[in-house]
Structure formats: C-alpha cells, structure tokens
C-alpha cells in the first residue's frame, strides 16, 4: 500500500464548478497535511495546510480532514481555468513530506 | 514568503560528467533542507534529508556516493550527481525547512538532462 494516494484523474471539471479531490493515507500518526499545486515543469506551491480534524476554508479553497478514516480532501470552488493544474497532497511522517502521485485537474471555460 | 533559490534551473550535460546544484534559503535560516526527484508525470520522491553540519540520510535506494549532498551552512545545501548517466535526467527539486517555524518552501527545481 503507497503512503498517500490519489487518484491521478484527470478530473474534468467545468469553470465555476466545485472541484473535489480526495487523498488517503496510511501513516495513522500523521499530524500534518498539505496541499500543493503544481504547474507543469514548475515547483509545487503550497496552497494549504491543515492539521486538525474538520474544516479549514482560505477563500476558493476548503481543505477536510478526517484522521479517523485518514484521509484528506481539497474542495475548490468557482474552479476557473487557471487552476487547471496537477494537485499534489502531502502528509508529513517522522519530519518528512510524503507526497502522493497527484490529481490532474482539468477546468474547462 | 520565505524564498528558496535553485541554480541552475535547467542544464545539460555529456554522460559521465557531474553536475552539481545548489540550493539558497534567501531570507531565513533552515536546519533542514530536503532533495527531491521527480520524474515526468510522477509525484516527487524524497532522495534525501540534508541537516546542516551533518551527513546527510538518504531514502532506501538512492545511492549516496552517486548523489552527494553537502550542508555546510544554514542557508546553502548542494547536491552533486557525479557521473551522471542519461537515466539520471530528471526534475529536482530542493525544500528548506525554516528553522523556527518548522513551515516548508520549495525552490523552483532544476531539470537535468544527460546526453
């Protein structure tokens, strides 16, 4: 079993839709979690972190988190084609990042 | 936000030759820097942890005498890939870790290809 999964889509999405994205992972003690965007050939630029369970909102974006059934979600509203890009979800386990394979996010105007 | 330096950010190289890449925190101190690999439409697989003043921890499979990775200081961590071969071309990246706020950056990654 891969530590964090995704589904690696593409998710295709039309502008001014909810975009969903769902990550599980396997590490039960994991305390941190992160989603990144990535542009294609570029670096990953986080988006949002979250640490606790529920909610946490930061305009377009709301990340979820539920320990019990360890996973993590990243809802984007009003999605534009601009976000079209890969999503990556992070947990952190014993001070290191673990990355997920990605989500591609397709937005069509 | 804090800022993360990668040089150079694309290069290409002869099979045999070493290439080494550097990695700047620009504003803050970082303890911790990390190497990242990735490659195309892959996620980014750690290679190894880089603490300053110490030697590096690699992950399961990355040879250290391949990668070398050097610390010497809190804002610099450089990592040479020596006698690179074309199956070594790939996308990396660097992540500092800030020393007070544990908070993670990425730098803009370097593409290496090998000839």
């Known amino acids: 079993q891969k530590e964090v999964e995704q589904n690696s889509g593409p998710l295709s999405v039309p502008e001014g839709a909810i975009a969903s994205l769902n990550c599980t992972y396997s590490?039960?003690?994991?305390?941190?979690f992160f989603w990144y965007r990535q542009y294609s050939g570029k670096s990953p630029e986080l988006i949002m972190f979250?640490?606790?369970?529920g909610d946490k909102e930061d305009g377009r974006f709301t990340a979820q988190l539920n320990k019990a059934s360890q996973y993590v979600s990243l809802l984007i509203r009003d999605s534009q084609p601009s976000d079209s890009a890969t999503y990556l979800c992070a947990v952190k386990s014993f001070q290191k990042l673990v990355f997920g394979t990605g989500t591609r996010l397709l937005v069509s105007p | 936000g804090a800022v993360v330096s990668q040089h150079p950010s694309r290069v290409i190289c002869k099979s045999g030759t070493s290439v080494k890449i550097e990695c700047r925190s620009l504003?803050?101190?970082?303890?911790?820097m990390f190497w990242y690999r990735q490659f195309p439409k892959q996620s980014l697989m750690l290679m190894a942890t880089?603490?300053?003043?110490?030697?590096?921890?690699?992950e399961q499979g990355v040879e250290k005498d391949k990668f070398l990775i050097n610390h010497a200081s809190l804002t610099l961590s450089t990592l040479t890939v020596t006698s690179a071969h074309p199956e070594d071309s790939s996308f990396y990246i660097c992540?500092?870790?800030?020393?007070?706020?544990?908070?993670?950056?990425f730098g803009e990654g370097s593409r290496l290809t090998v000839l």
């Open positions: 504003d803050f101190q970082a303890t911790t």
């Open positions: 979250i640490y606790s369970n």
């Open positions: 590490d039960r003690g994991s305390q941190s």
């Open positions: 992540s500092a870790s800030a020393t007070n706020t544990g908070e993670l950056f």
């Open positions: 880089s603490n300053e003043g110490s030697k590096a921890t690699y």
